[in-house]
């Protein structure tokens, strides 16, 4: 299952990439890097998903300004 969450978060940097500012895409994104989160053990990939959440929270979040 993490190879098909690590397939998915490949496919929001891709439609991202063609539509910045499409929300459900960015939710989705979320959804995804939180689950990888959650099964992660290693410092350096943990680190690397919670500030991938934080920039993707602050993406959202500019959406709604």
């Known amino acids: 299952q993490a190879g098909d969450l690590v397939r998915a978060l490949h496919l929001t940097d891709v ?5 910045p500012t499409h929300r459900p895409t ?6 995804v890097l939180r689950a990888l989160l959650s099964r992660a ?3 350096f990939e943990r680190a ?3 500030e ?3 920039a993707s929270s602050a ?3 500019e959406l709604h300004r």
Do not use: F, S
């Open 52 to 54: 991938d959440i934080r």
């Open 48 to 50: 690397w998903l919670q």
């Open 41 to 43: 053990t290693n410092y």
């Open 26 to 31: 960015l939710d989705v994104r979320l959804e």
């Open 15 to 19: 439609a991202l990439a063609a539509a």
């Open 59 to 61: 993406a959202a979040a």
